[in-house]
């Protein structure tokens, strides 16, 4: 899992960083380009500017540079130190422009004008454009760059200035007159000044790079909770596929959602028994694969039919199984949903060729996970599941397909037009019960499951 996400993250982080810095630089090729075209352009409207070829074609060279770099980038030729260099060079270049772009065609213009009439938010774009590329290292080594190449152009600036006052010639208290003589002079370089503004820059940088850090993290978190769901998705899955062939499915369907055990519960409930009549003397008569295959395809159709009515097949008896209503998954008017499973389950039978025999018995029924910690299973237990099994043998007797409880019967009302046997002697059970038999009839509802029970 650990070298899953590390792989996940290194090559979403790249596609989020090169898309970043991709931005970032067709954001910095429009600025190029938008500045050559005011720089040629500003003559025909103030016509004592003259553009000078030598910026005409550095403006053209910067564009090319990021148009450049825009399309080399995630190909083979892409390096991890270009971007670096990319904003070093503008770095440099703007820095530059301070130091060595005359201000006035005047001589006697000091260059130190420049720093006072524009500023270092000339550079502040350079440093949020480095954000865009989720690269905090990038972010501090621009604001490191902007430090380094303001405080050279304005040394170079300074040490060319055969005089200079600065804030430290300021008498204090300082009159108006003075603040004329020092700070409105054409000589004053404002040392402090810049001072302040590489203290802005500084926190600045700072900032921008704890806040990639921090988006960078919260992407990093984004990528660990995608991976940990898709593994919990494809584990479910798994589980879900596994579970199916061997679990009842509102049972494993439960045991994925919910994360503690399947914890023993009671609930009134009934058991239904179906075994299928005469089903050694056709084995011996057919094949293995044969037998398999039919078997298969009767019980995986009386599956289908037990969940339309809302039961649950629990486990599967040889030739047969038992299925219970109302518990673990519950039904309104179990009894009723049982018989009407049971009759269906006849007819079924039959399309296969097959005579079955069902038992039916409705009682409390404990439902829950049994076995040791490496293997489990679900199981159901109560008296009504044992009455279920032998009604289903005692049907056998009285040539019977389906046999019921009294329980059973009272439970379902007088709308299933059940035929009392009587007391009847059960096999394991001491005293006699009332037990009666379901006339087998086409069911009422459409399609294969019949009347579908409704869940509370």
Not at 48 to 68: D, K, M, N, Q
Not at 355 to 371: E, M, N, P, Q, Y
Not at 387 to 413: F, Q, V
Not at 416 to 435: F, M
């Amino acid at each position: 899992m650990e070298n899953t996400f590390q792989r996940e993250s290194a090559k979403r982080l790249i596609r989020a960083e090169q898309t970043g810095l991709r931005l970032a630089l067709i954001c910095r090729s429009v600025i190029t380009a938008a500045a050559f075209v005011w720089y040629v352009f500003a003559a025909f409207f103030f016509p004592e500017l003259s553009p000078r070829f030598a910026t005409i074609g550095v403006l053209l060279g910067f564009t090319a540079v990021g148009i450049a770099h825009v399309m080399i980038i995630g190909t083979a030729y892409d390096r991890p130190w270009i971007k670096y260099a990319i904003y070093s060079l503008d770095v440099c270049a703007i820095c530059a422009a301070f130091a060595l772009v005359p201000i006035s065609a005047a001589e006697d213009v000091p260059q130190i004008i420049a720093f006072r009439a524009y500023g270092i938010y000339f550079l502040f774009p350079l440093l949020a454009m480095a954000c865009l590329s989720l690269s905090w290292q990038l972010v501090l080594w621009t604001g490191a760059m902007i430090i380094a190449g303001w405080w050279a152009a304005f040394f170079r600036v300074q040490n060319s200035m055969d005089r200079s006052l600065s804030w430290a010639d300021m008498p204090a208290p300082a009159t108006t007159a003075d603040y004329e003589r020092v700070f409105l002079s054409i000589d004053f370089i404002g040392r402090g000044n810049r001072i302040e503004e590489t203290a802005m820059i500084l926190f600045a940088t700072l900032a921008l790079a704890a806040a990639v850090y921090r988006a960078r993290a919260v992407f990093f978190a984004q990528i660990a909770a995608d991976l940990e769901h898709q593994r919990e998705k494809s584990l479910r899955e798994r589980v879900s596929d596994l579970l199916g062939k061997h679990v009842p499915e509102a049972i494993a369907k439960r045991m994925i959602e919910d994360e503690t055990p399947l914890h023993p519960q009671r609930a009134r409930g009934t058991a239904l028994v179906m075994d299928v009549a005469g089903f050694t003397t056709f084995s011996a008569r057919h094949t293995p694969e044969h037998v398999v295959r039919t078997l298969d395809a009767l019980l995986s159709d009386a599956a289908r039919a037990v969940s339309g009515y809302g039961g649950v097949v629990l486990s599967y008896l040889g030739d047969g199984f038992l299925a219970t209503y109302n518990t673990p998954a519950p039904v309104a008017e179990h009894e009723a949903a049982a018989i009407d499973t049971a009759r269906q389950l006849v007819t079924l039978a039959k399309s296969h060729g097959f005579d079955v025999r069902i038992g039916i018995a409705t009682g409390d029924l404990v439902t829950g996970i049994i076995g040791s910690e490496t293997r489990q299973s679900f199981t159901v237990y109560g008296d009504a599941v044992n009455l279920a099994s032998r009604l289903e043998g005692l049907g056998k007797e009285h040539k019977a397909a389906i046999l019921l409880d009294e329980a059973t019967a009272c439970g379902a009302g007088t709308a299933q037009n059940l035929t009392a046997l009587g007391r009847l002697q059960i096999r394991g059970i001491e005293d006699a019960q009332e037990v009666y038999t379901a006339p087998v009839r086409r069911p009422s509802g459409t399609g294969v499951t019949g009347r579908k029970a409704q869940r509370t």
